[in-house]
């Protein structure tokens, strides 16, 4: 059965809704920084150059919308399925539900065993 199409609309609106908050990493825990969004002065490889680029590569560190439940493992996307994290933990937990390397120090999130 296919995907219902994704809505752009929604997804900025999510974001705004999860940023009004400014909840912390929902995968590591620690606090996120809303106002970083690129590596200033940082160029990657289809950058049309550093003359007309104020830097292009996405900071490690900036704010992402993670979905607990990966789509395509079943998740929906709902806010309800939706939380705050950094760019590097979302990449490092990828599309495991069991939140990958990343733990939340509180230990809500466990590994199996």
Known sequence: MPRPHRSTTTRDRHRHTIARTQPPC???????????????????????????CRGCVPHPDRYEVDHRIPRNRGGSDDLTNKQASHRRCNRAKSDRTDGGPIMRRSGSLTRPR
């Open 26 to 52: 929902g995968l590591c825990g620690d606090p996120i920084d809303y106002t970083l969004t690129v590596l200033p002065d940082q160029h990657g490889q289809r950058c049309p150059g550093p003359l007309t």
